[in-house]
């Protein structure tokens, strides 16, 4: 039963682990365009990179009434290893300049000022150590030779090193992913184990519920196979099962004379001792609990459990006279926490042991009715005080 949490913790681990991968994948994605997209945006004075020159064309100039039309020639030649994009010419002109033609750029004229952008279709990347041309024809003073050039412009470095910086940076992102995910599985799991502790008790309940039903019929018996479970689980503890095996067997006892349903209340509360024919139908409930259990797969061997726990370890039990460790581990559990309980409860036939009584009893019986490996483990148990409190004094 331990088992549909466990698998529910593992596929959400598996989930988190592709959550994690793909959040590494997109991180590493990000982290490349980042790297591609780095920019550096420089000012006129770093003409170094990009160096922008316009000249007056010598043999194209002419006048007309008062200005001058003369052909300007520019050119702009990247210096560095890097593409250089989203290029800006800004060239001062005197007032009431205007162009009359151009080419290889989109112009902006306003009073004083020139703007050459690339076009939309061509000349946006300046190529590494590469140039590109552009022209106009401009009417302006006669004296005008466009010196004052500035130039902006934007260089694509890759990035090919982490800076401290981006490693804080990239730190940082993946922190904040790890913390969110943190953050989800603890949720999730806290959901889970509320789950969990819900299916659990509800099962115990459930559990309960039949044996309770059993020993509704007889006033001496109430609370038995509650008390069986705790010693067998116990005793499982002490053994040193995992914990899985012990919910396993504890709740197995719940159910271990769930065969006493079908057997008749005279018989069953019949405070003076069964003639034989009475005792074969007693001794016919760990039949009927094998066979009522047999579909109950969520307990795995719940059924052939519950049929031997009255075997013997001397092999004189019965249903089958199974011997020694032929009998289920968790059959001579029950055998030995059922009649412990029965030696510690009153009956309607007997009043309940006292303590030494008991001790004597079970180590009378060590080896011919219980497995001698836990007779032990019971006295000390009784000596602990997980025997009813009142055989303790
Ligand atoms: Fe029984």
Request: charged residues 25%.
């Amino acid at each position: 039963m331990k088992n549909s949490f466990f698998w529910k913790l593992l596929s959400l681990f598996i989930a988190l682990f592709f959550l994690c991968c793909a959040g590494l994948v997109i991180l590493t994605l990000s982290f490349s365009t980042i790297q591609t997209s780095q920019s550096l945006k420089l000012e006129a004075e770093s003409k170094k990179d990009l160096e922008g020159a316009i000249t007056k064309n010598p043999e194209k100039q002419w006048m007309r009434q008062l200005e001058m039309g003369a052909q300007f020639d520019g050119v702009l030649k990247n210096n560095t290893p890097s593409e250089i994009s989203k290029w800006k010419v800004i060239i001062e002109i005197p007032p009431k300049s205007y162009i009359d033609s151009s080419w290889n750029g989109e112009y902006t004229v306003t009073d004083h000022q020139i703007q050459i952008l690339p076009p939309s279709d061509y000349n946006q990347i300046i190529p590494p150590n590469g140039s590109i041309t552009f022209g106009f024809i401009l009417y302006s003073q006669p004296s005008f030779q466009a010196d004052d050039v500035t130039v902006e412009y934007y260089i694509t470095k890759k990035v090919t090193e982490l800076t401290g910086f981006r490693i804080l940076y990239y730190s940082a992102i993946i922190l904040l992913i790890v913390i969110f995910v943190y953050l989800i599985f603890m949720f999730k799991l806290r959901s889970l184990q509320k789950k969990h502790e819900y299916d659990r008790q509800f099962i115990e309940q459930t559990l309960k519920l039949f044996a309770n039903t059993i020993e509704a019929k007889d006033v001496y018996t109430r609370g038995h196979s509650v008390r069986v479970s705790i010693y067998a689980k116990e005793i499982a503890k002490r053994l040193g099962l995992p914990e899985e095996e012990q919910m396993n067997i504890y709740y197995i006892s719940l159910l271990h004379d769930i065969g006493k349903i079908g057997i008749k209340d005279s018989i069953l509360t019949k405070p003076g001792r069964l003639d034989s024919d009475e005792y074969a139908i007693m001794k016919s409930h760990v039949i009927k609990s094998g066979e009522i259990l047999s579909d109950f797969v969520s307990l795995p061997g719940a059924s052939e459990i519950v049929r031997h726990h009255h075997e013997r370890y001397d092999g004189n039990g019965y249903p089958d006279q199974l011997k020694g460790n032929f009998i289920p581990l968790f059959s001579r559990i029950i055998c030995i926490a059922d009649s412990f309980d029965a030696m510690t409860s009153d009956r309607c036939y007997r009043k309940q042991l006292t303590k030494e009584e008991v001790i004597v009893e079970l180590k009378k019986n060590s080896g011919t009715q219980f497995d001698p490996q836990l007779v032990p483990i019971m006295l000390d148990m009784l000596e602990c005080g997980v025997a009813p409190v009142e055989l303790q004094n």
